[in-house]
């Protein structure tokens, strides 16, 4: 009589040969809650704690040496700039829950990747994320974003951004920005400069705001117009009396 294996020379692997496979995946489940559970708390306490640095500051620290950055309140950055730079990233900050559908669609059909992206998106991918394009940066921004919207308030949101957005190389917030293209504080900015601020936000690297171009200079009119649309027409409303 034939054994088992000249009956079947090639048996079919035993429950126990997977039995690796659900270890990985218990493993794998607690990895993810625990990662969703630290972003979480990492986005609840910016709430109340400032953010000390970001991922980012620290890349272009390691790259150049140094950065320059100071922390400064709302409060002390002059309005006009803080809605100069709404008209000019996110004229709709105030109307939409930190993905705006219609500007994603606009951006599609215009072949523009920046012009969809929130001023709450970019909040969260500079404070907690890398620079770059990557499917994992991109679903993590779009989880934490709606989060941060319901957690902080739009006046933190804005706040935040001017403290960690890159407005030169290695020049990182409003205050520092002010005092390094000219020499005051941000709450002394008058229309003129902070239109020049918010309009070198898309290429902080590229673009001057101390010598810009005739092409800037005419942007950045645009956006003072635009700032004082917002005022008129209530979508400042949500960060300002």
Same mark, same amino acid.
């Given at each position: 009589m034939?054994?088992?294996?000249? *009956?079947?020379?090639?048996?079919?692997?035993?429950?126990? !040969?997977?039995a690796?496979? !659900?270890?990985?995946?218990?493993w794998?489940?607690?990895?993810i809650v625990?990662? &969703?559970v630290?972003l979480g708390?990492w986005g609840?306490?910016?709430r109340? *704690?400032?953010p000390?640095?970001?991922?980012y500051?620290?890349?272009?620290n390691?790259?150049l040496g140094?950065v320059?950055?100071?922390?400064v309140?709302?409060?002390d950055?002059?309005?006009?700039? &803080?809605? +100069?730079?709404?008209?000019?990233e996110?004229?709709?900050?105030?109307l !939409?829950w930190g *993905?705006d559908s219609?500007?994603i669609?606009?951006?599609f059909?215009?072949? =523009?990747?920046? #012009?969809g992206s929130t001023?709450?998106?970019?909040t969260?991918?500079?404070a907690?994320?890398?620079?770059g394009?990557s499917w994992?940066?991109?679903? *993590?921004?779009? &989880?934490?974003?709606?989060?941060?919207? @319901?957690i902080?308030s739009?006046?933190?949101m804005?706040?935040?951004?001017?403290? &960690?957005?890159e407005?030169?190389?290695g020049?990182?917030?409003i205050?520092?920005? +002010?005092? !390094?293209?000219?020499?005051i504080?941000?709450v002394q900015?008058?229309?003129v400069q902070?239109g020049?601020l918010?309009? @070198?936000?898309p290429d902080?690297?590229?673009?001057s705001?101390v010598?810009?171009s005739?092409?800037?200079?005419?942007r950045?009119? =645009?956006?003072?117009?635009?700032?004082d649309?917002?005022?008129?027409d #209530?979508?400042s409303?949500?960060f300002?009396d």
């Amino acid at each position: 009589m034939a054994d088992d294996s000249e *009956i079947n020379p090639h048996p079919k692997p035993s429950m126990d !040969h997977w039995a690796w496979i !659900h270890p990985v995946r218990r493993w794998t489940v607690r990895g993810i809650v625990a990662l &969703v559970v630290f972003l979480g708390l990492w986005g609840l306490s910016y709430r109340w *704690i400032n953010p000390p640095v970001t991922l980012y500051m620290l890349q272009e620290n390691w790259r150049l040496g140094d950065v320059y950055q100071e922390w400064v309140d709302i409060e002390d950055v002059s309005p006009v700039m &803080v809605r +100069a730079l709404v008209a000019a990233e996110d004229a709709n900050f105030c109307l !939409h829950w930190g *993905i705006d559908s219609a500007a994603i669609r606009r951006a599609f059909q215009e072949g =523009s990747i920046r #012009g969809g992206s929130t001023i709450s998106q970019q909040t969260v991918k500079n404070a907690f994320l890398w620079q770059g394009r990557s499917w994992v940066r991109k679903t *993590i921004e779009a &989880v934490m974003t709606p989060y941060a919207e @319901v957690i902080w308030s739009k006046s933190r949101m804005l706040e935040i951004y001017l403290n &960690v957005a890159e407005f030169d190389t290695g020049v990182f917030g409003i205050q520092a920005a +002010a005092q !390094h293209h000219y020499g005051i504080d941000a709450v002394q900015l008058n229309r003129v400069q902070a239109g020049r601020l918010a309009v @070198v936000l898309p290429d902080p690297k590229g673009r001057s705001a101390v010598k810009p171009s005739a092409k800037l200079r005419k942007r950045a009119a =645009s956006v003072i117009a635009g700032a004082d649309m917002i005022r008129r027409d #209530g979508r400042s409303s949500c960060f300002e009396d």
